[in-house]
């Protein structure tokens, strides 16, 4: 068993707390539009300090993407597929869609 010491868990809380602020920036601005300055209002700390968490904005958007694809592989695997492998096809991707879709309006055409 793997034991994570008290500040490892809040780290780890932390960077959630950051990446979920990230989250809804990019949702109310725009992906491209996300910055540190922004984020680090928006989380209570200084902009230096997001820099103990993530080394650069890549950094971020790494564990952003990192977090959508956790909560994709959560909505996928809650599926229950049809036995026919057209139909459980058909239902995964509309699943997929759906999920895509829903997070469309963070996508900034300027990347």
């Known amino acids: 068993m793997v034991t994570v010491s008290k500040v490892q868990q809040r780290r780890e809380a932390k960077v ?6 990230a989250w809804d920036l990019a949702r109310r601005d725009g992906i491209t539009q996300v910055s540190m300055r922004d ?3 928006a ?9 103990a ?8 958007y790494d564990d952003m993407f990192a977090d959508g694809n956790r909560q994709l592989v959560a909505v996928l695997s809650a599926l229950e597929l049809p036995a026919d492998p057209r139909a459980a096809l058909k239902t995964a991707l509309k699943a997929f ?14 990347m």
């Open 43 to 51: 989380v209570g700390m200084r902009q230096p300090s997001l820099y």
């Open 16 to 21: 959630a707390l950051i990446v979920e602020a």
């Open 39 to 41: 984020l680090a209002k």
């Open 53 to 60: 968490y993530f080394d650069s904005k890549n950094a971020l």
């Open 97 to 110: 869609a759906d999920f895509a879709a829903a997070g469309m309006h963070v996508v900034n055409t300027t």
